[in-house]
């Protein structure tokens, strides 16, 4: 899409999933019920990402306490997605 190269989740079985993919990519958009933080950790250095967008938030991997807790150097690479949130490219 407008030459970045994006990887685009519905519901996966496990953060495992996220690396049955070859990157790089500009973004992921990814649906977090089933994945652990350290998952999406690894997908940002696996993949080095612009940004990683969070779907489908769920309370079972206490994603909301944990993206709020992260260093400011890493929080930048992830944004929680909001209702009728759309990306620019």
């Known amino acids: 899409a407008g030459g970045k ?3 685009y989740t519905a519901d996966i079985g496990s953060g495992d ?3 049955l993919f070859d990157g790089p990519f500009d973004y992921i958009i ?3 019920t089933h994945i652990q933080p350290e998952k999406l ?3 940002l250095v696996r993949y080095e ?3 990683i967008f969070l779907t489908h938030i769920d ?3 206490k994603l909301n ?3 709020s807790h992260l260093d400011k150097k890493i929080k930048r690479y992830f944004r929680i997605a909001e209702e009728g ?3 620019e490219i």
């Open 5 to 7: 190269s994006i990887l």
């Open 17 to 19: 999933d996220l690396f």
């Open 30 to 32: 990814s649906e977090t």
């Open 41 to 43: 950790l690894q997908a």
């Open 49 to 51: 990402p612009e940004t």
């Open 59 to 61: 309370d079972e991997y």
């Open 65 to 67: 306490g944990w993206h």
């Open 85 to 87: 949130m759309e990306l």
